[in-house]
């Protein structure tokens, strides 16, 4: 069936290294991905999302880029601060928003 | 800030009691989903609506939630007999009718049931 992997569970970096967390999906179809960002005590928010003409979405630093030939959707940032601790989902769209596990990102000054 | 507005924020229960959370969807948006997020952050799909029909929901919910979306009044998500099981973060979210449109979540109720 339909689904979204996220393979890891907890990240923990250093302050200004760069973030790589990763995403696969399995879909009957070609599904729009979405990256959201929980921050503790907060309301999930969308970070950013695919675009249907393959270009790079960006925001707040971090991007990711869609590969359909491997099925992934992995999210990138050169240099990770301290404010960008919090949970990471990537979701896939097809009928309802499906969420992988889930990546906790905990950055170390 | 969150406009999908979710009360209460907290919500304790005994076992077997009824438990009921609402959901008030940002203005102009059609479609509203519920999810329910465990203790291991993991999100689990529950329940969607588009207005005031039922688009899709798993079986716990058919079974063992009530859940309606009426015109003019908040969304709402009970569940019929709690169990210690349910204890989670209850999250709304809405969205206009477009598959690649993003969802606006609401900050939860967190539910527990003793």
């Known amino acids: 069936g339909d689904s979204v992997t996220q393979t890891e569970g907890l990240v923990t970096l250093t302050e200004g290294l760069p973030v790589m967390l990763n995403c696969t999906y399995q879909?009957?179809?070609?599904?729009?991905l979405f990256w959201y960002v929980q921050h503790l005590n907060e309301a999930p928010k969308l970070l950013l999302k695919s675009f249907t003409d393959n270009k790079r979405p960006e925001h707040q630093g971090f991007h990711a880029t869609l590969h359909k030939s491997s099925s992934s959707f992995h999210l990138q940032k050169s240099s990770a601060q301290l404010s960008d601790s919090a949970l990471y989902y990537c979701a896939s769209y097809q009928g309802k928003l499906i969420f992988g596990q889930g990546t906790k990102l905990s950055i170390k000054p | 800030n969150s406009k999908v507005i979710q009360t209460p924020r907290y919500l304790v229960k005994g076992q077997g009691q009824k438990a009921k959370m609402r959901c008030i969807p940002e203005k102009g948006h059609p479609v509203v989903f519920w999810y329910q997020q465990n203790k291991n952050n993991e999100f689990k799909f529950l329940i969607n609506?588009?207005?005031?029909?039922?688009?899709?929901q798993i079986d716990m919910t058919e079974k063992r939630f009530s859940a309606e979306c009426p015109s003019n009044s908040p969304c709402s998500l009970e569940i019929q007999s709690s169990e210690a099981g349910d204890s989670a973060l209850y999250l709304c979210?809405?969205?206009?009718?477009?598959?690649?449109?993003?969802?606006?979540f609401g900050h939860g109720t967190k539910l527990s049931v003793l």
């Open positions: 609506f588009q207005n005031q029909e039922v688009l899709q």
């Open positions: 979210a809405s969205s206009l009718p477009v598959s690649n449109e993003r969802l606006f």
């Open positions: 879909s009957t179809y070609s599904p729009f």
